[in-house]
């Protein structure tokens, strides 16, 4: 691998509007397949990544909506990890979902999140914050992944918030005494499981400043050598400071260096394509892949 891999800018890039990661209400993003992808078409999107969190489950109604829209659809998934308390975020695109391994491990996580999330909800509302289980499970879309995001909306729908940004700045951060784990592959691991489905795998906001850690070089280095492929390096939580780092690591390395909107609908304050992706960095995304699982092209 060479430096030239890693060129890039920030923002939009010339050519097309390449967004490689974004969430539909199969995970914890406010809008279906079909309504993600119409909106992606909306806004001027050519490439969208759906990488909802540890399920492939909206892929084929995205497809449909991609074909119908002219909207180009790369399929992945957002693999939740951790190492030592820290939160990790692994984008694995072009992943086979047939590959027994990775389903299994993210069918483990999210049996996980539902359990924990009664156990924080049990917390909150011990502490007199006005919630129930019940409430949130009427967020959560029938066959979709359970999250936090999903407590906010929760506390949203009973008017004790207006925007889940609130809920994660005051109580469902990884550092409040509400929050319980759940179960999460090392990142390691996770990037194993990725290569061996045939998939390219990329560390999601990988220096995000909303945490109190992310992930340092040494991990960086270990998923290295397990078959990373890249780094978001351009992300809505990366400043210059954050930016400048991943560019550093991935010049030394050898990594592919992606932009990304991580729009979640009206979950978050993220915008589609408001940080992009080259061309040439989609292109080898998907040489890397294995063919198993392939672009989706209108």
């Given at each position: ?18 967004d ?39 892929w ?11 909207v ?11 190492v ?25 996580a999210?049996?996980?999140r ?18 129930t ?6 967020q ?10 999903h407590?906010?909306?929760?506390l ?49 906001h ?8 992310g ?13 990373l ?5 351009y ?20 990594l ?11 979950g ?16 080898a ?14």
């Amino acid at each position: 691998m060479t430096s030239e891999r890693s060129a890039h800018g920030t923002g939009r890039e010339p050519g097309p509007v390449i967004d490689l990661h974004a969430h539909s209400n199969v995970s914890d993003g406010t809008e279906s397949p079909t309504e993600l992808v119409e909106a992606a078409a909306a806004a001027g999107i050519d490439v969208l990544a759906i990488t909802d969190h540890d399920t492939v489950g909206g892929w084929e109604e995205a497809a449909r909506a991609a074909r119908r829209t002219g909207v180009t659809l790369v399929p992945g998934i957002e693999v939740s990890c951790a190492v030592g308390g820290v939160s990790i975020h692994l984008l694995g695109y072009l992943t086979d979902p047939g590959d027994e391994a990775l389903m299994a491990e993210l069918a483990r996580a999210r049996e996980s999140r539902a359990t924990r999330l009664e156990r924080m909800v049990a917390r909150m509302a011990a502490d007199g914050i006005p919630l129930t289980y019940e409430q949130v499970l009427a967020q959560v879309s029938p066959g979709a992944t359970a999250g936090r995001p999903h407590i906010a909306d929760a506390l949203i729908a009973n008017r004790t918030i207006e925007h889940r940004d609130e809920a994660f700045a005051e109580w469902l951060a990884e550092d409040s005494p509400y929050y319980v784990a759940h179960h999460a592959p090392h990142p390691v691991r996770a990037v194993e499981l990725v290569r061996a489905a045939g998939g390219v795998p990329v560390i999601a906001h990988p220096f995000t400043r909303t945490r109190s850690r992310g992930a340092d070089e040494a991990l960086i280095e270990q998923m290295y050598a397990a078959g990373l492929a890249g780094l978001e390096a351009y992300h809505r939580d990366h400043g210059p400071e954050q930016i400048a780092r991943a560019e550093a690591i991935a010049e030394r390395l050898g990594l592919l260096l992606t932009g990304s909107s991580d729009y979640h609908g009206e979950g978050k304050l993220n915008r589609l394509g408001e940080r992009t992706t080259r061309a040439d960095v989609l292109d080898a995304i998907e040489q890397e892949s294995s063919g198993r699982t392939v672009v989706v092209r209108p």
